[in-house]
């Protein structure tokens, strides 16, 4: 133990790196150094020190006018995950489609409400966990279990990645709780499988093209 009490730089960092890791500080969050310091009730020097290092390590980044925010990791990585749970998932929803009950479609409705109703004190990794919830239902009875494995193995790996993508596009959950119920609509009316299947599909694309856009509007600021 190198010293009885960490320094307040170490502190700081900590206690970030903590909000990250465990998802209440999500991709895209603004961290406001002087907000970080009131809560920890420490000056604003050992908060801006904790914050370069975060940023050295990769998960922080730091713009002029904007300021810091927590970085999306491994956006290579994040790009082949939805796309391939998006074909996984579109399958898995489009075969549980015939087994569901009207409890299932009830179900999901009143996870879509709750999303709804985070609209507008928006938190994004709630709402991130109540869209798993909401699509669980919809797949979650899919008969084939090399299919289904795959959709798990796909959201486990977002978890992995630490993603919430609705923290840089909030305006993309608004979108996609309109999607959820046109999804139960089609499958309310017997829909034809195939359109199940790729309207479950191109809403996950959605999302990605949402984050594919906020990064292209950051990565090339006008001139």
Request: charge should be negative; hydrophobic fraction near 40%; include cysteine.
């Amino acid at each position: 133990m190198k010293t009885a009490t960490p320094s307040k730089s170490q502190l700081a960092y900590d206690w970030i790196r903590a909000r990250i890791d465990d998802g209440r500080y999500v991709s895209g969050f603004r961290l406001v150094l002087g907000q970080i310091a009131g809560e920890l009730g420490i000056s604003v020097v050992p908060v801006r020190e904790a914050i370069r290092r975060l940023e050295a390590e990769g998960l922080v980044t730091f713009e002029k006018n904007v300021g810091a925010q927590v970085a999306l990791l491994q956006d290579t990585e994040y790009t082949y995950t939805m796309e391939t749970l998006a074909l996984v998932e579109g399958a898995a929803t489009q075969l549980s489609a015939p087994l569901l009950t009207g409890d299932h479609i009830y179900r999901a409705r009143a996870i879509n409400r709750e999303m709804i109703a985070c609209l507008d004190d928006f938190i994004p990794h709630r709402f991130t966990q109540l869209n798993q919830e909401f699509h669980a239902v919809l797949f979650e009875e899919c008969p084939n279990p090399h299919i289904l494995d795959l959709v798990h193995r796909g959201w486990n790996r977002l978890r992995v990645l630490r993603d919430s993508t609705f923290g840089f596009v909030p305006g993309r959950a608004r979108e996609s709780v309109e999607e959820h119920e046109q999804i139960l609509r089609l499958i309310e009316n017997g829909a034809e499988p195939l359109e199940i299947e790729l309207t479950a599909r191109r809403h996950r694309l959605a999302t990605l093209d949402a984050i594919h856009t906020y990064q292209d509007e950051h990565k090339h600021p006008h001139t």
